[in-house]
Structure formats: structure tokens, C-alpha cells
């Protein structure tokens, strides 16, 4: 709950530190003194939009502080500070700071963690709730109508939420599978026909280098044709230059024992025979290996043409081909297993659709209950706080298909009709301002078992009421603050004596001026100060005895 609240320069503000407690807190003070002051400033620093004019006149900055302790931190606002990376120490208070600048520039804080505004905003919804007469959120919106109707049934809602997930992501996979399988279909003459071509192709996987290879060994081939034919002319008949070398060896040999020196000589000559045949035999391979065959060569680069060609087709490399071709064939498979695994995910998105609808159903079922049990509630509420003519009704309509979503099958909002044979209506749009605080009010009891914000706020809810009606709303915020599953704590502004009187902390807001400077201060009353107060309340300008004797017996009476 809220534990203290410090506000610097804002408007008439000049430095204000507010302590509260549990229970009813109720603030009063004359008209004019500065009460919606308090109000935007907490609202300030609940992440509400900065507006310079905020800040004090002749000051430079505004800032607000507001701390609140919890025995355990709710789940929202835990999840909410996980998310952004907020460290909170058990026990520890948290918070919120706002600072202000005349220019315009704001800047946000929790526990002296720099955050962004909008962490304030969505924290705000679960630290402080604020009922005002024109308040457009809260219980008058009708997006929240919902939640609180479960909450108030007790719904597993969570059950629902995990059940459409399900069933959306069965139908995803469905949808995903048949759109697969239609867009195969589609290219099906055109991947038969594709796969034809390279199956009559036949291509394989370095096939390409090979080609390439032996091309330009033809190639070259071709280029020394004449320089080998001539080599080997050199190199073959009687009168080579080979042939000469063996007749002078065989000559060399018959005479080469008469002198050592002829003997090396044949040596030598024997090397050189051997050599020139080993030169005219390598010579004869590289010919036959270049050998230049015309259509050969006219086959490898018909080849080396279609290969590549296939493969700018197919926007690949020659090499890859091989790998298309079997894409290709896992496609025509698809296609034709492609219905069977449509029929199972349709049967697993069948199974998770009814179990979806099981689940809604049987929520939308509970809501209706509770709406009935929820409208008995409110119209106990309604005649005590002169609503007698009043009508209360939580319409729950259960929508069409395509409008399901992860809360259900249901769309929920509360009307009401304010006079006799009127029609229904929302909130907001047929009850008055004074009306509608009231309706606000006997809703907010009626569901006050279901909890809500840490901190409850009600802005002049009493205004335009008196006598046994002010009575009824101070005796219902009470036993809202009070409530052992409600908030447990209340702040109600009130002009109302009856309402203030059941206060367990009551607070004055005055409004003083010393020459040119006006300022507001909020201050807490002690027993003599609350009957002072009450009775001021009750007579106005000049406090009379018998307002004082009023004012105790309210205070006695609360």
C-alpha cells in the first residue's frame, strides 16, 4: 500500500510529505484548496503525461516521490520490475520517483533505478486505482469488464489461454503444411519436367573439372601438333639422328678394346643411345597423349556447354546439380505424402480446437453464473445509495468464431439503466457524474472479495448526496477498506461530514497566501482537529456548538 507521498514545487505545493496508514484515509478542505493538486501529483508519479505548467512558478524543477510496502510484492508488479531488470530486496519499499523540469523534460525512477516512464504508467494500474467523475478507465472501461468478472467467477482463464495457444499453433501448422504442399503441386509439371532434363543429363559431382581438363590437353595438343610431328620425324628412320648414334656404337664397339680411351668413348656413346631413346619414347607418349581428335574434343565441349548451361538455369554450380536433382525428387515426394501429413495435423488441430471450445465453454458457462450472483450483488448496493430506480446488468456475449481469442468465446461488459423501462447502457454513457461515482462504488463492493490495486482512490464521490446517502457511502468505503480480501487501503476526497467521520485517518488540505506567494499543505488531524474539521463541515464559515455536537456524534456513530 501507499506509505508516504513527498511532492516539491508542484503548483501551490512548495514541499508537502504525507505519511498514511491502512484503512479509510479521507482528505478534506475547502473548495479551492488544492485537493486535484495532491491528486495530479500522485498521478504525476504514476507515469500520467508531465505537463510543465506542473511546476511551481519561479522554480526550476518539480519532483514526487511516492513509497509503497508490500509483505510480498504483487505478482503484476514483480513480473512488471523482472521484465525491466528492477532489483528489489525482500522487505524493501518500493519507490517510484518523478522528477519534473519547466522546460518540459521528465525523467523516471524506482528505487533510484533511472526506467522509462511507461514502466511507471504500467505499474501505476496495479499500485493505485483512482475513481473519479470523469474517470474513462478503470471500472467505466469496458476492456477490463471482462477480467474482473473472472476473477470474480474464479475462472481458470489460464486453462483457456493455454488451450487456444495450442489450437492456434495446430492451425498454423496446418495451414502451414497445405500451403506447402499447394505451392509444390503448383511447380509439380515443372519439377517432373526439370528432373527429366538432368536425369537425361545424368550429371556428376567433379565431372566439370575432368571435362575441362582433358579439353585443354586437346587444346594444347592441337597447338604442338607440328612441333611433335616434326620431333618425331627427327627421332624415327634410317637416317636419324638415332639411328646414326647406334651405327657409330656398334662401330665404336668393334675396335673399342685396341685403347682405353675408345673404350670410354663407347661408354659414353652407349649413355647417349640410351638417353635418345628414352627422349624419343617420351616424346611418342606426349603425342599420343595430346593427340588431337576433332570429335573428341567437339563431344567434351558439347558436353562442358550443357552442364553449364543446366546449372544457370537451375542457379547453382555444375557441381551442385546432382544435389538439385535430388531436392527435386524430395519435392515430388513431399507431394505425395503431403496429403497424408495434412490429414494427421488436421486431425491434431480438430483435437485441439475442441479441446479449446471445451474449455471456453465451460468458462463462458461460469461467467454466467457469476454475472447473475454479480448483478444480485450490486443491486443490494444500489437502494441505500439512492439508486433505487436502477438497474444492473453484466451482459456477457458469447461472440463468433473469429472473435475467439485466449480469454474465451465471450465479450463482457456491465450496463446499467438508471430509470424505469429504459434501456441498457454503458456506464459512462447514461449515469451522471454523482451517478455515476455511486455505481462505481457499489460495483467496487460488491467485487471487493476479488482484490484489486494496493491502493484504492475515490475523487468526490459523494459530491451532489447527503444526509442518509453520504451515510451509506461512508459506511461502504469503510467496509471496502476494511475488507479482509479487499485493498485495504482507501483514500476518499469528500465534502461529505458523513463520509469523513469514517475515516481512520483523516487530512486537511488548506490553502494560504502570504503576500504574492500562495501555497497548499496537507496536514494530519488529531481527534480535536477532526472534530474541528467535521463541524466546519457541517456549519460552514462559523462553527457553532451544535456543529461541534454533530461532529462528535458522527465520529461516535462511525
Known amino acids: 500500500m501507499l506509505t508516504r507521498l513527498s511532492i516539491r514545487n508542484i503548483v501551490l505545493i512548495e514541499a508537502l510529505d504525507l505519511d498514511f496508514g491502512g484503512g479509510l484515509g479521507v482528505l478534506t478542505g475547502e473548495t479551492g484548496a488544492g485537493k486535484s493538486i495532491l491528486l495530479d501529483a500522485l498521478g504525476l508519479v504514476l507515469g500520467n503525461r508531465a505537463d510543465s505548467a506542473l511546476v511551481r512558478a519561479g522554480e526550476d524543477r518539480a519532483s514526487v516521490t511516492a513509497s509503497f510496502e508490500f509483505a510480498v510484492l504483487p505478482a503484476p508488479v514483480a513480473a512488471l520490475l523482472g521484465d525491466a531488470e528492477v532489483e528489489i530486496e525482500p522487505g524493501e519499499p518500493l519507490i517510484l520517483k518523478r522528477q519534473l523540469r519547466a522546460d518540459g523534460g521528465s525523467k523516471a525512477f524506482i528505487n533510484d533505478q533511472s526506467v522509462g516512464v511507461a514502466l511507471l504508467r504500467e505499474l501505476g494500474g496495479h ?19 471482462r477480467a ?13 489461454e493455454a488451450a487456444w495457444r495450442a489450437w492456434r499453433a495446430a492451425e498454423d501448422a496446418l495451414a502451414g503444411a497445405r500451403a506447402r504442399v499447394a505451392q509444390a503441386s503448383a511447380d509439380q509439371d515443372l519439377l517432373l519436367a526439370h528432373l527429366a532434363e538432368l536425369a537425361t543429363l ?18 594444347k595438343g592441337e597447338r604442338l601438333s607440328g612441333d611433335l610431328a616434326e620431333l618425331q620425324h627427327l ?22 678394346a685396341e685403347h682405353p680411351l675408345l673404350t670410354e668413348a663407347l661408354q659414353a656413346l652407349d649413355r647417349a643411345v640410351i638417353e635418345a631413346s628414352e627422349a ?7 603425342a599420343e597423349a595430346l593427340s588431337h581428335d576433332p570429335q573428341a574434343l567437339d563431344r567434351i565441349e558439347t558436353r562442358l556447354f550443357e552442364l553449364r548451361a543446366a546449372a544457370r538455369k537451375h542457379g547453382c554450380t555444375v557441381d551442385d546439380l546432382p544435389d538439385r536433382m535430388l531436392a527435386m525428387r524430395a519435392a515430388l515426394d513431399a507431394i505425395e505424402g503431403g496429403e497424408a501429413e495434412i490429414a494427421g495435423l488436421e486431425r491434431t488441430a480438430q483435437a485441439a480446437g475442441a479441446i479449446y471450445r471445451e474449455q471456453a465453454g465451460a468458462l463462458s458457462a461460469l461467467r454466467g453464473a457469476a454475472a447473475g450472483r454479480l448483478d444480485a450483488a450490486v443491486a443490494a448496493e444500489l437502494a441505500p445509495l439512492k439508486l433505487d430506480a436502477a438497474r444492473f446488468r453484466t451482459a456477457v456475449t458469447v461472440l463468433g468464431e473469429g472473435r475467439w481469442g485466449p480469454q474465451g468465446m465471450d465479450a463482457v461488459e456491465f450496463l446499467i439503466a438508471t ?14 457524474g454523482g451517478e455515476l461515482s455511486r455505481f462505481i462504488l457499489a460495483l467496487k463492493v460488491a467485487l471487493a472479495e476479488e482484490g484489486g490495486a494496493a491502493t ?29 480480501a479487499g485493498s485495504g487501503q482507501l483514500l476518499a476526497v469528500t465534502h461529505s461530514p458523513q463520509v469523513a467521520a469514517r475515516g481512520n485517518r483523516h487530512y486537511v488540505i488548506a490553502k494560504s497566501s502570504e503576500g504574492t506567494v500562495t501555497r497548499t499543505s496537507v496536514g494530519l488531524l488529531d481527534a480535536s482537529g477532526r472534530q474541528e474539521e467535521i463541524a466546519r463541515m457541517l456549519s460552514g464559515a462559523e462553527i457553532t456548538a451544535e456543529a461541534r455536537a454533530q461532529a462528535d456524534r458522527l465520529l461516535e456513530g462511525a
Open 456 to 484: 484504492v482512490i475515490f475523487d468526490e464521490i459523494d459530491r451532489g448526496v447527503g444526509g442518509a446517502v453520504a451515510s451509506a457511502i461512508g459506511e461502504r468505503l469503510a467496509r471496502l477498506a476494511q475488507g479482509t
Open 419 to 432: 430509470n424505469p423501462g429504459a434501456d441498457f447502457a454503458p456506464l459512462a454513457k447514461i449515469a451522471s
Open 235 to 256: 627421332w624415327s628412320g634410317s637416317d636419324s639422328a638415332l639411328a646414326s648414334l647406334r651405327g657409330a656404337a656398334r662401330r665404336l664397339d668393334r675396335i673399342a
Open 280 to 286: 624419343e619414347d617420351r616424346i611418342a607418349r606426349a
Open 202 to 219: 545424368a550429371p556428376e559431382a567433379g565431372e566439370e573439372a575432368e571435362l575441362a581438363a582433358a579439353r585443354a590437353d586437346m587444346q
Open 127 to 145: 499500485l493505485v486505482e483512482l475513481h473519479g467523475q470523469h474517470d474513462d478507465r478503470g471500472l467505466v472501461n469496458p476492456r477490463g469488464h
Open 148 to 160: 474482473l468478472l473472472d476473477r470474480y467467477a474464479r475462472g481458470d482463464v489460464s486453462g483457456v
